[in-house]
């Protein structure tokens, strides 16, 4: 399957290795993956801290970039969740009945990593080794926009190696939320701190999720505590093997 | 006094510093909302039709507002015809002027209340104590917020900031009750004392409603303690006060939030007091019945296409139980009678989107989604929450927030533009890097360094690494179909139409 890699500005700019490993995951799946650089943000961040109408330049933007692309895939359920829940709003609220038309007819189109796998190609063992304690946190997003259910935990279970351990309340919110994190710096500080406080009751070595923004969060906080845990996103997992540790 | 109207005095910022400053608040906030959580949770899932309960819900609350004028009438003359008495009021200080001067007319000094959160909103003990009335709340958490002289901190759990040494301390102080223990039944035996006197004594009772049934001008009200139905059954006259969306036009509708309502909220099955009265009957009950129907900005909400479902709400407080926010910053962080994820929205719509307090609440999210999965009438909050930080953005003068967003959209709408703004943050980022790691940033994104470092940008893009990296190899794809040869070149000529 020919797949187009969405990789998302914050990958391409912060966490590159993250849109390595889903390339080389895909590939060794047997997927052509093609990455198409006009790409740049789905404006999520401009969305939901209310600058809709430039928001609006980057939705155009995605769907001229990804107009013919056979299928979507992007290692963030966050920006997925952007795609295709508010990409119809966006184009609703600004009248623009033409551009909803064509987001219609691109959402079907676009896919969160671990719910492409499972749900559309039915894999559930990639082949991956990872021979560490991990605990899983389940980003918003994924869990309640996209409904990826448990396609993460599926792959993480036939992961070689791999200890996985469950995190407490995994259903609360990290504290990020975007522009969140920083204009209500307390309260995200206070759901963090209770985020954090569950991933060391885990004693695992690393957290991983679908998303790098949570995992910025999470892995920001247990930075400043000194504590060793390490984040990890989950297509970097996945992409590792025993012939290649990748992460 | 508790009634606190919709009015923020402060941003939530400032005001959620308070409870997130306040170790004790925060260990009862989040002591309570988990067990409400748990418990909705085992309530909602015994039924196993409870998706379609919602979506009904819904649908009956969206016929009604479409029809709501009409249903009003309906209301008033089935009210009317019943011997009761109808009251329109435009805003707060209306409905207190009229729950006052009926009152007052009646030569009283002290009226009861049933706990209702619309008398809140127009500030109602405020202004009767302005005309030397004294409103004294009968249900217990309200009771507890009355006496502390504190505002409520959620709407079906008023007092849930407070713990039962508190609340003994505040007995044995305001009620001089005789309190050995926190037990919770000696509290409620010290509080009930109080209650019966006042129920047998006042002849004006002050009520809220859940829902009003347009067809036979039914008010209903449902509640835990009974101390509701003592005010409507006791007293010679009822004051029944509501907002103009709590109309439902049959009692068939009433059917559907009575499943609704009570696991949403207390999670019961059934509330264990549901009260219906319509208008009056001679030698049974209030021999004098007054409904008062409030707008107080609910017309506006309702003329809004997308914040008109805002309306749906039936004040369960499910939203706020699974708010990681709410859980947080409490309840008084919302500066409204209306807090949490429900509060973030309606407030600031029931203001026209006029109050720059107010106007803070839509951000107090971060839009976890667990509000919409819980509300029983399927109202999407954080669909809202973003459509009014739009609104109000819209609004708002070009300030340096405003400005660095739209050059941010301006950089991401071109990817050479992005690609040099990752390049030139690069290089700035150098002096902020310690140990690989960003620990201070400075401005308004020092509130995240404040307690998070930050990883730096990447030393390669992705982009970057893309274009170096070799073709990959050659292979099949799914099933027996051959790469087309465009695609065998790799990225390098057929995908890669950014600059190089």
């Known amino acids: 399957m020919q797949i187009d890699l969405f990789i998302t500005c914050l990958n391409d700019a912060m966490f590159p290795r993250t849109g390595e490993a889903t390339v080389k995951l895909l590939e060794r799946l047997g997927h052509t993956v093609r990455f198409n650089a006009a790409q740049t943000c789905c404006g999520q961040m401009h969305f939901n801290s209310g600058y809709q109408e430039d928001a609006l330049k980057l939705v155009r933007h995605f769907v001229e970039t990804f107009r013919d692309a056979e299928a979507i895939v992007a290692p963030s359920g966050s920006c997925v969740g952007m795609v295709r829940d508010l990409y119809p709003r966006a184009a609703e609220w600004a009248g623009d009945e033409a551009l909803l038309e064509e987001v219609n007819a691109l959402t079907p189109r676009v896919f969160e990593l671990s719910e492409f796998l499972v749900k559309e190609l039915g894999v559930e063992d990639v082949g991956a080794y990872y021979p560490h304690r991990v605990t899983y946190h389940q980003t918003c997003h994924a869990m309640r926009i996209l409904r990826v259910g448990d396609a993460p935990l599926r792959l993480l279970k036939n992961v070689r190696g791999l200890r996985l351990v469950e995190l407490p309340d995994v259903d609360q919110c990290c504290g990020f939320g975007g522009t969140f994190s920083v204009k209500n710096a307390e309260t995200s500080t206070a759901m963090l701190a209770d985020k954090v406080q569950s991933v060391l009751s885990t004693r695992a070595e690393a957290c991983t999720a679908g998303d790098n923004s949570c995992l910025m969060h999470i892995g920001g906080g247990l930075s400043r505590l000194q504590a060793g845990t390490r984040t990890v996103h989950l297509a970097e997992i996945l992409a590792s093997t025993e012939q290649e540790v990748f992460a | ?500």
Request: glycine share 8%; with cysteine; charged share 25%.
């Open chain 2, 1 to 500: 006094m508790s009634a606190g109207g919709i009015i923020p005095r402060k941003t939530f910022q400032d005001a959620a510093h308070e409870t997130l400053s306040n170790a004790q608040m925060r260990r009862n906030l989040q002591h309570a909302t988990t067990t409400i959580r748990d418990k909705r949770l085992r309530a909602v899932s015994e039924l196993p039709d409870w998706e379609e309960l919602r979506t009904q819900g819904a649908a009956v609350k969206d016929h009604a507002l479409a029809h709501l004028g009409d249903y009003l009438l309906d209301l008033e003359a089935a009210v009317q015809r019943a011997g009761g008495q109808v009251h329109w009021a435009r805003d707060a200080a209306e409905a207190r002027e009229i729950i006052g001067s009926i009152a007052e007319g009646h030569g009283v000094r002290e009226v009861i209340k049933v706990k209702s959160i619309t008398t809140d909103e127009i500030e109602l003990n405020g202004g009767l104590s302005e005309r030397g009335i004294h409103a004294i709340e009968t249900d217990l958490a309200e009771l507890i917020v009355q006496l502390a002289e504190d505002r409520p901190s959620h709407i079906l759990v008023p007092a849930i900031h407070r713990n039962r040494a508190e609340i003994r301390d505040l007995f044995r102080r305001k009620l001089g009750a005789d309190l050995l223990t926190d037990e919770p039944k000696q509290l409620a035996d010290a509080a009930r004392l109080y209650l019966r006197e006042k129920f047998l004594s006042t002849k004006v009772a002050v009520s809220g409603a859940n829902f009003a049934i347009a067809e036979s001008g039914t008010v209903c009200v449902v509640e835990s303690e009974g101390n509701g139905r003592m005010c409507v059954t006791m007293p010679e006259v009822l004051i029944s006060v509501m907002g103009i969306e709590k109309v439902l036009p049959t009692w068939q509708d009433v059917a559907v939030f009575l499943q609704l309502l009570p696991r949403s909220s207390t999670a019961e099955r059934m509330n264990p007091y549901n009260s219906f009265w319509s208008g009056v009957r001679e030698g049974d009950g209030p021999q004098e019945f007054h409904l008062v129907l409030l707008d107080n900005g609910r017309t506006d909400v309702l003329a809004d296409e997308v914040g008109r479902q805002t309306l749906r709400c039936i004040r369960c407080s499910a939203c706020l139980n699974v708010c990681p926010v709410y859980e947080r910053a409490g309840g008084h962080a919302y500066g409204s009678v209306y807090p949490g994820p429900i509060g973030a929205i309606l407030t600031p719509q029931l203001l026209h989107l006029e109050d720059k307090n107010a106007n803070t609440l839509p951000w107090a999210s971060s839009l976890c989604g667990a509000c919409y999965d819980a509300c029983p009438v399927k109202i999407n909050i954080p669909e809202v929450l973003l459509y009014l930080r739009g609104k109000i953005t819209e609004e708002k003068p070009l300030n340096a927030e405003a400005i660095a967003f739209r050059t941010a959209a301006w950089v991401m709408s071109e990817p050479h533009r992005f690609e040099g703004a990752i390049k030139l943050a690069r290089t700035g980022q150098g002096p902020l890097v310690k140990q690989g790691a960003i620990h201070t940033l400075p401005g308004m994104l020092g509130g995240w360094t404040d307690t998070r470092d930050l990883p730096p940008l990447a030393a390669q893009s992705f982009r970057e690494w893309w274009r170096k990296r070799p073709a990959p190899p050659t292979r099949e794809t799914d099933g027996d179909a051959q790469l087309s040869e465009g695609e065998l070149l790799g990225p390098q000529r057929t995908d890669d139409r950014g600059p190089v």
